[in-house]
């Protein structure tokens, strides 16, 4: 039976800003002792992650919500490091059914994408030191999440033992699978557009034209503007730079030839790496409205 996405939120006692949770393990640390700390916390967290409450199901409930990072490949992990981690901030509502994984702003402030990773299509969830890695049940297929927060650690390992209903079994959930922030559906992988309610996403093929022609183009076309205001700076810096230098060695003007190679070379990684990193975001599916209304075609 196809698994049902978008059923709202039943009316289930306790709550905690209108979102029906555990309370006694939410509340708790990995030994099930009430923490005033962890509440707190806990609570600082659920304002953050309020847009989730139309996309609930039935008799799901939130046992934990922490932080961390989206999955980055090794290339532009080797490219840019800590800087690209901090724009890939995420939060992750682990729920009775599923792990519920919103990419965030620097502030972790919902972005209008979201995904789930369902319990019954992964064959092992473990944290590895600071590291959520799922493996699905699919083909064997492995993510890892980073810089998960680290009050949560400990209690994520507990639930990993002793609440997490892992089946691996579930062949069509196994995956982490992005969903539709109108209407919940599961969205087709590099399609970018949602089946059901038609709702438009940005496109690969136009972060990575407006990366190679606009100077920051690839970063403002996915909404990351300081990012690409920068980026469009060192742009046409390194590019008139470039120019210059060469118009000098044509002039017969004595260059550096350090200079007159490496900075075109500085030039090209930057353009490189801003195609890579518009392409990250586009994975994530962000919607071309900027204002989406769950369950209105607005």
Do not use: W
């Not at 089946?167 to 109108?182: D, E, N, Q, V």
């Amino acid at each position: 039976m196809a698994e049902a996405v978008f059923q709202p939120a039943a009316i289930l006692d306790p709550k905690v800003f209108g979102l029906p949770v555990d309370r006694e393990v939410l509340f708790s640390n990995h030994k099930n002792l009430y923490k005033k700390r962890i509440e707190k916390r806990q609570r600082k967290l659920f304002v953050k992650i309020g847009p989730v409450k139309p996309f609930l199901r039935r008799n799901e409930k939130i046992l934990l919500v922490t932080t961390g990072y989206s999955p980055l490949s090794s290339l532009a992990q080797v490219l840019t490091g800590f800087v690209f981690s901090y724009l890939k901030r995420s939060l992750f509502v682990f729920t009775n059914q599923r792990i519920i994984h919103l990419p965030a702003t620097s502030s972790y402030k919902y972005r209008d994408t979201l995904a789930q990773i369902a319990y019954s299509g992964c064959k092992s969830i473990a944290l590895k030191g600071g590291t959520l890695v799922v493996e699905y049940s699919r083909r064997g297929k492995i993510e890892k999440f980073k810089a998960i927060g680290v009050p949560e650690r400990k209690k994520i390992r507990a639930l990993l033992k002793k609440s997490i209903p892992l089946s691996g079994t579930k062949g069509h959930l196994a995956a982490r699978i992005h969903l539709c922030p109108r209407c919940a559906r599961p969205l087709t992988a590099k399609k970018y557009q949602c089946s059901h309610c038609q709702l438009g996403f940005k496109s690969r093929i136009v972060a990575a034209l407006l990366a190679i022609v606009v100077p920051g183009g690839g970063y403002l076309y996915v909404r990351q503007y300081l990012l690409g205001a920068l980026n469009a700076l060192l742009e046409v810096f390194l590019l008139a730079f470039s120019i210059v230098l060469l118009i000098d060695y044509y002039d017969r003007i004595p260059v550096n030839k350090i200079y007159l190679v490496g900075i075109p070379a500085i030039y090209l990684y930057v353009k490189i790496t801003a195609i890579i990193h518009s392409n990250h975001f586009i994975d994530e599916y962000i919607p071309t409205k900027k204002s989406i209304t769950p369950g209105k075609k607005n």
